[in-house]
């Protein structure tokens, strides 16, 4: 799941190398934070959220495999 996020985000971005992923879990959820550069933040929100909304609920539909709720939030 960690390697299909970072490869979702790379291909989108142009600084692949300002790219960081951390990773939260508990016991019910795991939360990303994803690191980009601050002119690349836009690129991955996407015109109205759109492409945030689809990498979410990439995330979101792999997660269901491990029964654990699944968030994503990006910071520059």
């Given amino acids: 799941m960690d390697e299909l996020l970072k ?10 190398n300002s ?4 990773k939260e879990e508990d016991e019910s ?3 990303y934070h994803v690191k980009v550069a601050s002119g690349d933040l836009g690129k991955i929100i996407g015109k109205n959220g759109r492409t945030a909304t689809s990498i979410r609920t990439v995330m ?3 997660g269901t ?5 699944v968030f994503v939030k990006f910071e520059d």
């Fill in 7 to 16: 490869f979702l985000v790379k291909a989108i971005v142009v600084d692949e």
């Fill in 19 to 22: 790219v960081e992923i951390e």
């Fill in 29 to 31: 959820a795991i939360t």
């Fill in 60 to 62: 979101k539909s792999v």
């Fill in 65 to 69: 495999k491990t029964h654990k709720k």
